[in-house]
Every structure is written in structure tokens, then in C-alpha cells.
């Protein structure tokens, strides 16, 4: 099934051996109407062009929902990027290319195929939907990312009666998701618009604190420009780089406090969440919390405690894969 689903799209991935065919991972369920993919792979292009269109063409709405890494995706001049916990909606016979381009170079995702008479989009609709990032946070995004991940992990286990049940659940959570983030963009005012906006952006921020942060990266993930992300901000009396430094330093706080990460280096810590420089790092950290992050580590220690683990136990370390940022906005000292 592999070769059906990438033959939807022109793929390269350049390998070691100077091949570019791509090599994934793949668990699958084909429901007729509706099959459901989970996909893993290394960094690669992709594109749905106009021949490939013509020459192969579903009629089919292609559900894109990230679970680790990320991707962009180019339609004509504009570029999004979806990123791990969000979902996108592409349309078979419109045309578009991107790539997968993770730094860290690893993407799970999982896709999901709907013939139009199953996932019944007005044009208008699927048009402004194309290629269009939507969170999935709380709530019904929350189910649908939940399901697809336990539908794939048990592929095995559903057979052929089980299908249109599996159809039925899979297509109207996608639809729900959908159909609010259309709801939310239209069903608000100016003002409430805007501060959802806002609420949807440091959600992606929070999500991405480890991760090299720019704010051309975070415009274009949000289809804003970079002026327009600062007046969003700025309407809350912050600028993006303060509220990002100060999400970073919170999660400094928490880990100098946290006891399992007694073993981990000071440095180390700021450097996982944006502060590759120590100096600046802890004169930041001291104008905030008013201690150095040695002082404030050892007053937060249990009494009696040290910050050297004691022989034969484990101290929490940032999973493999897991990126440390290396950038700060420009501009700004994070």
C-alpha cells in the first residue's frame, strides 16, 4: 500500500546511496472510501503538480495530521509549515509541493484519504481550508489525535465488518475538527478573532519552546507576516521575543526546581530551552527571579538534598530526538 499511497505524489529523498527513493515506515487500514495511514520517514520533498493530477486523480480530500516533526507546504508564493499536534487539509486536484524538513530529520504523521461524497466539504470551504494549519488541542482536535493514533497502532486487529463503523467514527471527528476551525474563524468578531489568534500562536510557541524559534517561522506557520505578528502581539502590551524568553525562563525555573534533574549541568538546562549562552543566561534568569540559577537551584533542593545524584539512581534526561534550540529571535536577546 505503500507505492498507492506515495504514487499520489512526486517523492525524493536523497539517500546515502545516491538513490532518492523514499524509504518509510507504514501500518495502514483500507475502508473503502476511507483508508488511514501512519507514516514515518526521513526528510524528503514531495509534490502533487498538475500533470500528476491529470494523470492520477482520486477526487479525494487528504487529512495531513503531524505527529512528530514537521513540514511546509508551498501553494504557488505562499508557504505554511504544520508541525507535531497539528492537521492539515489538502485537496487531490489542487496542486501543491512541500517537504518534510525537520532539523531533527525524523516525521511520524499519519494521512487520511476521504472520497468527497464521505467527507462532504462545500467548495468554499475545502478552498479556504487547503493547506491550512489547525491545532489540535483540547476537546474534539484532542479525540480525533487520540483515535488516529490508536486506530493505526491497532490496525491489525479491526477486520473487514468492522469498516464502516471505523469510516463513520474517522469521518466525523475530522469533520467536527473542521467545521470548528471554519466556525472560529468566521463566527467571531474583529476582536475576539484576533485574540484567538494570539491564544493559537503561543500554543504553537509553548509546543516549540526547544525548538529554534524565528519570528518569520511562527508568522509563516500562522500565514501572518512578520509585522502583523508584531501588532498582534504588541496589542497585549508584549513583544514576541519578551513573551517567548519569558516562557523559556519558566521552563528553566521548573526544571532547576525539579529534583530528578539534580544531575543535569545548569548550562545544559538553558540550553535545552534557548540560552546557549551561560553569562547571559543566568543575568537574565537573575533579573527575573532574583538569584542566580546556582542559588535558586540549591534553595529549591529538598532539605538535605544535593545537587549530585547518589550512586545507582537516574536522573531525567531529554529524550533522543528531542531538538535543542540553538537561534533567539533576532533582534532580541532571548
Known amino acids: 500500500m505503500l507505492d498507492e499511497i506515495t504514487g499520489l505524489w ?20 483500507h475502508l473503502g472510501d476511507v483508508w ?21 486523480d482520486p477526487q479525494a480530500f487528504h487529512v495531513l495530521h503531524m505527529r512528530r516533526g514537521q513540514a511546509t ?3 504557488g508564493r505562499r508557504h505554511t509549515r504544520v508541525g507535531a499536534g497539528q492537521l492539515m487539509l489538502v485537496d487531490s486536484s489542487s496542486p501543491y509541493s512541500g517537504r518534510f524538513d525537520d532539523p531533527g530529520g525524523v516525521h511520524s504523521f499519519v494521512i487520511v484519504q476521504f472520497s468527497r461524497a464521505v ?50 467514527v474517522t469521518t466525523s471527528l475530522v469533520a467536527s475538527v473542521l467545521r470548528g476551525a471554519v466556525d472560529l474563524a468566521e463566527g467571531l468578531d474583529p476582536h475576539d478573532r484576533r485574540r484567538a489568534l494570539r491564544t ?48 523559556r525562563l519558566e521552563r528553566c525555573r521548573c526544571d532547576l526546581a525539579d529534583p530528578l534533574l539534580a544531575g543535569q549541568p545548569i548550562h545544559s538546562i538553558a540550553a535545552r530551552w534557548g540560552f546557549p549562552d551561560q553569562a547571559h543566561f543566568s543575568r537574565v534568569f537573575r533579573s527575573v527571579y ?42 532580541e536577546r532571548l
Open 119 to 168: 467527507l462532504q466539504l462545500p467548495p468554499r470551504t475545502a478552498q479556504r481550508l487547503h493547506t491550512v494549519p489547525v491545532p489540535l488541542g483540547p476537546g474534539m482536535g484532542g479525540a480525533l489525535s487520540r483515535w488516529l493514533a490508536d486506530i493505526t497502532g491497532r490496525a491489525h486487529e479491526f477486520t473487514r465488518a468492522d469498516g464502516p463503523f471505523l469510516t463513520d
Open 10 to 29: 512526486h517523492v525524493s529523498a536523497p539517500q546515502t546511496d545516491g538513490t532518492t527513493r523514499l524509504r518509510a515506515g507504514l501500518r495502514a487500514l
Open 73 to 75: 507546504f508551498s501553494v
Open 290 to 331: 532574583g538569584a542566580p540559577p546556582r542559588d535558586f537551584r540549591r534553595r529549591a533542593a529538598p532539605h538535605g538534598s544535593t545537587t549530585t545524584p547518589h550512586p545507582g539512581t537516574t536522573t531525567a534526561v531529554q529524550p533522543p530526538g528531542t531538538l535543542v534550540a540553538r537561534g533567539t529571535v533576532p533582534g
Open 200 to 247: 493559537q500562536i503561543r500554543q504553537f510557541i509553548r509546543q516549540h519552546l526547544a525548538d529554534p524559534l524565528t519570528p518569520e517561522g511562527i508568522a509563516a506557520a500562522h500565514q501572518l507576516s512578520r509585522r502583523s505578528l508584531y501588532t498582534l502581539f504588541e496589542e497585549d502590551g508584549q513583544t514576541v521575543a519578551a513573551w517567548i524568553r519569558q516562557e
Open 36 to 56: 488511514v495511514a501512519a507514516l514515518a520517514c526521513p526528510r524528503a520533498g514531495f509534490a502533487r503538480t498538475v500533470r500528476l493530477i491529470r494523470r492520477c
